[in-house]
Protein backbone atom coordinates (compact mmCIF):
# COMPACT_ATOMS: atom_id res chain seq x y z
CA UNK A 1 0.00 0.00 0.00
CA UNK A 2 1.33 3.76 -0.51
CA UNK A 3 3.25 5.64 2.29
CA UNK A 4 2.55 2.05 4.38
CA UNK A 5 6.35 2.39 5.17
CA UNK A 6 8.60 5.43 5.68
CA UNK A 7 12.39 4.92 7.69
CA UNK A 8 12.17 1.02 8.79
CA UNK A 9 14.22 -2.06 7.41
CA UNK A 10 12.76 -5.36 6.58
CA UNK A 11 13.34 -6.71 9.82
CA UNK A 12 11.48 -3.63 11.62
CA UNK A 13 8.73 -4.25 9.98
CA UNK A 14 8.54 -8.21 10.51
CA UNK A 15 9.58 -7.94 14.17
CA UNK A 16 6.34 -7.91 16.50
CA UNK A 17 4.94 -5.04 18.22
CA UNK A 18 2.74 -4.62 20.91
CA UNK A 19 -0.44 -3.69 18.65
CA UNK A 20 -0.11 -6.62 16.89
CA UNK A 21 -2.68 -8.89 18.63
CA UNK A 22 -5.21 -5.88 18.99
CA UNK A 23 -6.73 -5.58 15.56
CA UNK A 24 -7.21 -8.99 13.96
CA UNK A 25 -7.57 -8.93 10.32
CA UNK A 26 -5.69 -5.11 10.34
CA UNK A 27 -6.97 -3.51 6.12
CA UNK A 28 -4.71 -1.15 7.46
CA UNK A 29 -0.47 -1.90 8.96
CA UNK A 30 1.78 1.15 8.59
CA UNK A 31 5.64 1.41 10.12
CA UNK A 32 7.59 4.74 10.51
CA UNK A 33 10.94 4.57 12.22
CA UNK A 34 14.10 7.29 12.07
CA UNK A 35 17.31 7.00 14.16
CA UNK A 36 17.88 9.37 16.75
CA UNK A 37 21.40 9.32 17.68
CA UNK A 38 20.67 9.74 21.87
CA UNK A 39 20.74 7.06 24.17
CA UNK A 40 17.51 5.05 24.62
CA UNK A 41 16.64 6.95 28.28
CA UNK A 42 16.63 10.39 25.78
CA UNK A 43 14.37 9.05 23.00
CA UNK A 44 11.89 7.06 25.75
CA UNK A 45 12.26 10.31 28.16
CA UNK A 46 10.92 12.54 24.90
CA UNK A 47 8.30 9.64 23.98
CA UNK A 48 6.87 10.20 27.53
CA UNK A 49 6.10 13.38 27.06
CA UNK A 50 3.53 12.74 23.98
CA UNK A 51 0.94 12.52 26.55
CA UNK A 52 1.00 16.20 26.80
CA UNK A 53 1.00 16.97 23.21
CA UNK A 54 1.13 15.37 19.74
CA UNK A 55 4.11 16.75 18.72
CA UNK A 56 3.24 16.94 14.78
CA UNK A 57 1.50 19.60 13.16
CA UNK A 58 0.46 22.16 16.16
CA UNK A 59 -1.31 23.97 13.96
CA UNK A 60 -3.53 21.08 12.65
CA UNK A 61 -3.72 18.67 15.75
CA UNK A 62 -3.00 21.41 18.82
CA UNK A 63 -5.35 24.35 18.10
CA UNK A 64 -1.83 26.16 17.21
CA UNK A 65 -0.81 25.67 20.98
CA UNK A 66 3.04 24.09 20.41
CA UNK A 67 3.92 21.02 21.88
CA UNK A 68 6.28 21.61 25.05
CA UNK A 69 10.02 21.73 23.74
CA UNK A 70 10.89 21.59 27.45
CA UNK A 71 11.68 18.29 28.84
CA UNK A 72 9.47 17.59 31.49
CA UNK A 73 9.67 14.87 34.39
CA UNK A 74 6.82 12.84 33.66
CA UNK A 75 6.27 9.62 35.65
CA UNK A 76 5.72 6.57 33.51
CA UNK A 77 2.84 6.22 32.04
CA UNK A 78 0.70 3.10 32.73
CA UNK A 79 -2.29 1.52 30.86
CA UNK A 80 -5.47 3.70 31.34
CA UNK A 81 -3.72 6.86 31.20
CA UNK A 82 -4.71 9.47 28.58
CA UNK A 83 -2.80 8.72 24.99
CA UNK A 84 -1.94 12.58 23.90
CA UNK A 85 -3.64 15.75 24.26
CA UNK A 86 -5.18 17.36 21.35
CA UNK A 87 -7.77 19.99 20.07
CA UNK A 88 -7.60 20.98 23.95
CA UNK A 89 -8.50 17.59 25.49
CA UNK A 90 -7.41 14.52 25.96
CA UNK A 91 -7.16 11.85 22.97
CA UNK A 92 -7.32 8.06 23.12
CA UNK A 93 -5.63 6.15 25.91
CA UNK A 94 -2.63 4.06 26.89
CA UNK A 95 -2.97 0.44 26.55
CA UNK A 96 0.21 -1.09 27.19
CA UNK A 97 4.11 -0.35 28.45
CA UNK A 98 7.21 -1.87 28.45
CA UNK A 99 8.80 0.96 30.36
CA UNK A 100 11.81 2.40 28.08
CA UNK A 101 11.12 -0.35 25.68
CA UNK A 102 7.15 0.21 24.18
CA UNK A 103 4.54 2.16 24.50
CA UNK A 104 0.82 1.12 23.01
CA UNK A 105 -2.17 3.01 22.59
CA UNK A 106 -5.38 3.26 20.81
CA UNK A 107 -6.49 6.41 19.10
CA UNK A 108 -9.82 7.39 16.90
CA UNK A 109 -10.19 3.62 16.29
CA UNK A 110 -6.19 3.08 15.26
CA UNK A 111 -4.23 0.94 18.17
CA UNK A 112 -0.41 1.75 17.69
CA UNK A 113 3.02 0.99 18.96
CA UNK A 114 5.80 2.64 19.50
CA UNK A 115 9.31 1.09 20.22
CA UNK A 116 12.51 2.35 21.20
CA UNK A 117 15.51 -0.03 20.20
CA UNK A 118 19.46 0.38 20.78
CA UNK A 119 21.52 0.53 17.47
CA UNK A 120 24.27 0.18 15.73
CA UNK A 121 24.01 4.02 14.71
CA UNK A 122 22.19 5.14 17.37
CA UNK A 123 18.60 4.21 18.84
CA UNK A 124 15.64 3.73 16.61
CA UNK A 125 12.37 4.81 17.33
CA UNK A 126 9.52 2.95 15.41
CA UNK A 127 5.97 3.20 15.51
CA UNK A 128 3.74 0.56 14.23
CA UNK A 129 -0.05 1.62 13.48
CA UNK A 130 -2.80 -0.57 12.82
CA UNK A 131 -6.52 -0.66 12.18
CA UNK A 132 -9.49 -2.04 10.48
CA UNK A 133 -11.52 0.39 8.19
CA UNK A 134 -13.20 0.13 4.56
CA UNK A 135 -10.61 -0.78 2.42
CA UNK A 136 -11.20 2.07 -0.12
CA UNK A 137 -9.88 4.21 2.51
CA UNK A 138 -6.66 2.38 3.82
CA UNK A 139 -4.67 4.16 1.16
CA UNK A 140 -5.83 7.88 2.36
CA UNK A 141 -5.48 7.16 5.73
CA UNK A 142 -1.56 5.31 5.04
CA UNK A 143 -0.91 8.71 3.48
CA UNK A 144 -2.63 11.13 5.98
CA UNK A 145 -0.87 9.20 8.91
CA UNK A 146 2.64 9.35 7.15
CA UNK A 147 2.72 12.77 6.55
CA UNK A 148 1.63 13.42 10.79
CA UNK A 149 4.11 10.67 12.00
CA UNK A 150 6.73 11.63 10.46
CA UNK A 151 6.88 15.09 11.68
CA UNK A 152 6.29 13.28 14.78
CA UNK A 153 8.79 11.26 14.82
CA UNK A 154 11.26 14.16 13.31
CA UNK A 155 10.61 15.92 16.13
CA UNK A 156 10.91 13.71 18.90
CA UNK A 157 14.35 12.63 17.20
CA UNK A 158 15.19 16.46 17.30
CA UNK A 159 14.18 17.30 20.56
CA UNK A 160 16.24 13.70 22.15
CA UNK A 161 19.13 15.14 20.10
CA UNK A 162 19.19 18.30 21.16
CA UNK A 163 19.16 16.66 25.10
CA UNK A 164 21.90 14.19 24.49
CA UNK A 165 24.17 17.49 23.41
CA UNK A 166 23.09 19.58 26.16
CA UNK A 167 24.13 16.92 28.50
CA UNK A 168 27.05 15.94 26.60
CA UNK A 169 28.09 19.88 27.42
CA UNK A 170 27.08 19.56 31.04
Known sequence: MIGDQWGVSDAEVRRRYGCDDLVSAPTLEAWR???????????????????????SYDLLDNLGRRSPRELRDLPEPR????????????????????????????????????????????TRLLLKVVTRTRAWLAPALSLGDLLMARKQLLTL???AEQDARRAGRG
Do not use: C, N
Request: charged residues 20%.
Open 79 to 122: PGDPFTRALGRHQGRILAVDPGRELTATIMGAHLSYAVEPGERG
Open 157 to 159: KAL
Open 33 to 55: GVTVHAEPTAVWARLRQVRLAPY
